[in-house]
């Protein structure tokens, strides 16, 4: 497996055929959104996107940046593995009301 990064993107490559994605926006020099992951579909979605959070935790960390967090899987992911320091107050929550919703094409 193999990490490739472009600027607001990380892909996870296995045998040069993308697994699976990571994107996420640059607000400003201190603040970035992790806005969605994405995984193919009978891959190992959890164990794909802990690896592409726990390489953008590291992009992160060492830009000295607070991170704000839309995908609701990177969300359970940050329940369960605090960084206090690494994420904004005020994250929208996973599910509910106020959760960010999907935008119809239509």
């Known amino acids: 497996m193999v990490i490739t990064e472009e600027p607001g ?3 996870l490559m296995v045998d040069d055929q ?4 990571l994107h996420y926006i640059c607000l400003s ?14 891959q190992p979605a959890t ?13 992160a960390t060492a ?5 704000k ?3 609701p899987y990177a969300k359970r992911y940050f329940a ?13 929550p996973a599910s509910g009301t106020a ?6 094409l239509d």
């Open 63 to 67: 830009a000295h940046v607070t991170v």
């Open 18 to 21: 993308l697994r699976a994605s």
């Open 99 to 104: 959760a960010v919703q999907p935008v119809s």
């Open 47 to 59: 164990e794909l996107a802990a690896q592409l959070i726990t390489r953008f935790i590291e992009l």
């Open 9 to 11: 993107r990380l892909t």
């Open 80 to 92: 369960q593995h605090p960084a206090p320091t690494l994420l904004a107050d005020h994250q929208l």
């Open 69 to 71: 967090l839309l995908d």
């Open 29 to 42: 020099d201190a603040s970035w959104v992790l806005e969605q992951i994405f995984a193919r579909p009978s």
